[in-house]
């Protein structure tokens, strides 16, 4: 969620997503060398309407204005497969360069850096686009944020200067939806929309780490797989789902920039959280744990590439570890929402290990938080930093963190873990704190199909 704190905004909901520049200069898109320092084709982008394309006309006054980028830093490119768009909201990303990173996006105000921001991040006012707009940045984190009429607007990057993103946001061009998706879909060349997902299995993995059956999913277009330890845990990612795990590092700091797989990558981390994010032939993959620097390099040398059948054999071939049930397990209930939030069946759900319960306003996407409890519930040693504040909930020591804009509880009952996360006013806690029930397995289960 997005709310101003101590002078600063914040993006709680990490949905957009990293590339990586080469340089610091800026080129017309459509004047971008037709050769990827990658390796593979990089498209051109129109600067004048494509055959077929409706006549350019300036959005109205009041609505959301979709911008097209005119000039991007040189060697980057509009990557067609990271880029949404609805009647409310949009979010362009691109291809991965070298060093740096960006993406552009516009939706409801209030506006969002994109990044986590702390207190302690630099904010400065400016003017963009003849609107008043802010300057924020946070470690290697940078951001331009402005608002016209009820929109919000903002450019994000890593190591991409400040100027560099002035200089992106004036020379942006605005467009109705119809047309923006018309220039997006002149954009896409054909042998990158018809390259395959390549799917990765760890084949080495540190000492004590097990492949967790729990955390593991694949489709046409995405697949997700996690090792843990009792405290510890990597994951690698790639695909349409994938969302880059260094939004969530603060401050995040551009470790080094190197090559994976023989593309240029981007490692980022702080303290034990580390990730390493890439693009193959149109495709984003990360690999992200909190572990060291050299433990996560070394799973990425031992990761191999296989066709998804491959994939899901030995996704089969794997026996999950013979274990009870979670003893003492409290399955916790909220009698009482806040007004217009409801439960979410679709992201919630329990077995005997643990249970997890998503709550949402569903008028704003934004607005949620979730409710953990058991063996998938992370810990006080999975937070980025150290807790922030100690406090109780439910009788319970509790600890808390947060990034200036959603928060992260962790406390344990009965030596079982729980997990708070999400937009969590402390109105809203103090009416968690005092409705929760406990509820049994098959209670929990019955309540939740109830929900239609």
């Known amino acids: 969620m997005v709310q101003r704190v101590n002078g600063l ?35 051109e982008t129109p600067t004048a309407p494509v055959e077929g394309e409706a006549t350019v006309e300036a959005p109205a006054e009041d609505d959301l204005v979709y911008y097209w980028p005119a000039t991007l830093p040189s060697g980057l490119t509009v990557n067609p497969n990271r880029v949404s768009v609805s009647e409310q909201s949009y979010a362009i990303d691109t291809t991965i360069a070298v060093g740096r ?127 843990t330890t009792s405290d510890r845990s990597v994951t690698i990612t790639g695909g349409a789902s994938t969302r880059d795990p260094a939004l969530s590092i603060e401050p995040a700091s551009v470790i080094d920039v190197t090559t994976v797989r023989g593309q240029p990558g981007l490692l980022v981390g702080s303290g034990l959280q580390h990730t390493l994010i890439w693009d193959e032939q149109g495709h984003r993959y990360s690999i992200s744990g909190n572990i060291p620097q050299d433990e996560l390099l070394a799973v990425v040398e031992g990761m191999v590439a296989v066709p998804s059948a491959d994939w899901e054999a030995r996704m089969a071939r794997l026996s999950e570890p013979t274990m009870a049930p979670t003893a003492d397990l409290a399955y ?14 679709d992201e919630s759900q329990a077995d005997e290990y643990a249970f997890t319960l998503t709550m949402a306003d569903p008028t704003d996407p934004q607005m949620f938080v979730t409710l953990q409890g058991g063996i998938d519930a992370p810990t006080v040693e999975d937070l980025p930093a150290p807790p922030q504040e100690t406090l109780e909930i439910r009788g319970n020591e509790a600890f808390f963190f947060t990034t200036g804009g959603g928060g992260k509880y962790r406390w344990r009952e009965n030596g079982n873990p729980y997990a708070l996360d999400g937009y969590i006013t402390s109105e809203m806690l103090a009416l968690l704190d005092e409705s929760l029930e406990t509820l049994d397995l098959a209670t929990w289960q019955e309540r939740l199909a109830s929900i239609e």
């Not at 905004?9 to 037709?34: D, E, H, R």
């Not at 916790?332 to 439960?343: A, F, H, N, R």
Request: net charge negative; with cysteine.
């Open 9 to 43: 905004y914040v993006n709680f909901v990490l949905l957009l997503s990293l590339i990586l520049l080469t340089s610091c200069g800026t080129t017309p898109v459509a004047q971008q060398p037709a050769d990827d320092p990658t390796g593979s084709a990089v498209p």
């Open 101 to 227: 990173v960006l993406t552009i996006s516009g939706g409801r105000a209030p506006v969002m850096p994109g990044f986590p921001v702390s207190p302690q991040a630099s904010e400065t006012d400016t003017t963009v686009r003849g609107q008043s707009g802010t300057l924020i940045s946070e470690g290697s984190w940078s951001a331009i944020v402005w608002e016209e009429a009820t929109w919000g607007y903002t450019i994000y990057g890593l190591n991409t200067s400040q100027e560099e993103l002035l200089a992106i946001a004036e020379a942006l061009e605005p467009l109705q939806q119809s047309v923006w998706e018309e220039r997006l879909e002149a954009f896409v060349p054909t042998d990158q929309s018809a390259s395959e997902l390549g799917y990765f299995w760890p084949d080495y993995l540190p000492d004590g780490f097990e492949i967790n059956l729990r955390n593991i999913e694949i489709s046409s277009d995405s697949f997700s797989v996690s090792a």
């Open 332 to 345: 916790l209930w909220p009698s009482q929402l806040p007004e217009g939030w409801s439960v979410q069946p």
